[in-house]
């Protein structure tokens, strides 16, 4: 069974940093590509990265590019969300998901961790 | 990228037939057969319902099914039942290297 259980979710000062970790199983995560969707409160679904499974093709939303990077522990089976400079506009529940932006769909999807950014 | 445009809201009686559009641009929904659906009940996380227009993962009953007709694509769901009532999400390749969603759409089973 396909398991994704998102952490590191929390209340953040605008301006501030934080980490979002994946922990997968029941897949070859490495054979993936993993993407992290969020969604804020009473609002639908946005696209935010997914990164290939050798890491070595990354794409980013232009909402998060510049402040956001996705990297992946493929011998931990975690997928990893570091995102700087964080304003109120990013306060989400972030879903991270098993696939990517076209061949592979996303097929699989955690709980989501809630983000929230205030002072 | 602009989101991909879904109704609102839809509503059906159970056994009844319902169809929730998704209109995009010969760009993304009408430039690749890379459209899935996802369904949402609240305070949980998508569920993959359809994918590359058409094609249902295991265990999605086939009361579910999709189709595209130039830049609109398309989910019925037949034969609606109690446990369908959900939020629908369409997604589609954007062509530019990200992927795109619909603003959602409220299906309300009567």
């Known amino acids: 069974e396909v398991q994704l259980l998102e952490s590191g979710g929390g209340l953040v000062q605008p301006g501030g940093s934080l980490r979002l970790s994946c922990a997968t199983s029941?897949?070859?995560?490495?054979?993936?590509?993993m993407s992290w969707v969020r969604q804020a409160p009473g609002k639908g679904l946005e696209w935010v990265s997914s990164?290939?499974?050798?890491?070595?093709?990354?794409y980013y939303a232009d909402s998060v590019k510049g402040r956001f990077t996705v990297f992946r522990a493929n011998s931990k089976n975690t997928l990893y969300l570091q995102m700087n400079s964080l304003s109120a506009e990013d306060t989400a529940v972030y879903y991270c998901?098993?696939?990517?932006?076209?061949?592979?769909?996303?097929?699989?999807w955690g709980q989501g961790t809630l983000v929230t950014v205030s002072s | 990228q602009s989101a991909l445009t879904q109704p609102p809201s839809a509503s059906g009686s159970p056994g009844q037939s319902v169809t929730i559009s998704c209109t995009g641009t010969?760009?993304?929904?009408?430039?690749?057969?890379?459209v899935s659906w996802f369904q949402q009940h609240p305070g949980k996380g998508p569920k993959l319902m359809i994918y590359?227009?058409?094609k249902r993962p295991s265990g999605v009953p086939d009361r579910f099914s999709g189709s595209k007709s130039g830049n609109t694509a398309s989910l019925t769901v037949s034969g609606l039942q109690a446990e369908d009532e959900a939020d629908y999400y369409c997604?589609?390749?954007?062509?530019?290297?990200?992927?795109?969603f619909g603003g959602g759409t409220k299906l309300t089973v009567l």
């Open positions: 997604s589609s390749y954007g062509g530019s290297d990200n992927l795109v």
């Open positions: 010969s760009s993304d929904v009408g430039g690749y057969n890379y």
């Open positions: 990164i290939s499974g050798s890491s070595g093709i990354i």
């Open positions: 590359e227009v058409s």
């Open positions: 029941g897949f070859r995560f490495s054979s993936y590509a």
């Open positions: 998901g098993k696939g990517g932006v076209s061949t592979t769909p996303l097929s699989d």
